[in-house]
């Protein structure tokens, strides 16, 4: 186990993800809507593969310390009921995703923060998910491996449970964010949903 830095575009923002590496979790890429729309909210489009996929790394959030800059973390939510979508305010780069509660020890992370080299740090990706979403086009991807994503998320959390490992830096010990999430409205999010 090591420690994975993780950072903003910009730098100002700078997290670790503690006693971690690739058994710590899964690497999936996701071509929903939501994730392809919360990309382009973020004016990142580019974090975006060519098909409108993400790249993610699933772990627990007790594994995950913010370091610098934590005035710089805001979150964003698609609609009242999203998910909670963490970013680096200071350069709008996406870093983390959660549920609105942290009940369910779960997180994902943008593998594109990761210092470093993906496959070296976090593993081959596990899972593709969502393809129905993705952008059309040649070699298009397809689903794979999905049951083992969310077996996985299960997995981590009863881990978790039964070690004791429910701390979350993203919220306070009464379950609420550590920041207001900003809400789009939703003329907001059509305008960031792309149209294939």
Request: glycine fraction near 10%; aromatic fraction near 6%; charge should be neutral.
């Amino acid at each position: 186990m090591s420690e994975i830095p993780l950072s903003c575009s910009c730098g100002r923002f700078k997290a670790v993800l503690r006693d971690c590496d690739a058994s710590s979790g899964r690497r999936l890429k996701c071509y929903c809507t939501d994730c392809q729309t919360a990309a382009h909210a973020f004016g990142g489009g580019e974090i975006l593969d060519a098909h409108g996929g993400t790249d993610l790394f699933h772990t627990t959030p007790s594994k995950l310390e913010t370091t610098e800059g934590e005035e710089h973390l805001a979150c964003l939510r698609l609609s009242p009921e999203g998910l909670m979508r963490w970013y680096a305010s200071c350069c709008d780069t996406p870093v983390f995703s959660t549920l609105a509660s942290p009940k369910l020890r779960f997180i994902g992370i943008s593998s594109k923060v990761v210092d470093g080299d993906l496959e070296a740090t976090l593993g081959p990706i596990k899972t593709i998910a969502k393809t129905k979403d993705a952008k059309p086009g040649a070699d298009g991807p397809t689903d794979s491996r999905y049951i083992g994503a969310v077996w996985g998320v299960l997995s981590r959390h009863m881990g978790a449970v039964i070690t004791g490992k429910k701390h979350n830096p993203l919220f306070d010990d009464d379950a609420t964010p550590v920041v207001e999430p900003r809400v789009l409205t939703k003329e907001q999010r059509k305008s960031f949903t792309p149209e294939y």
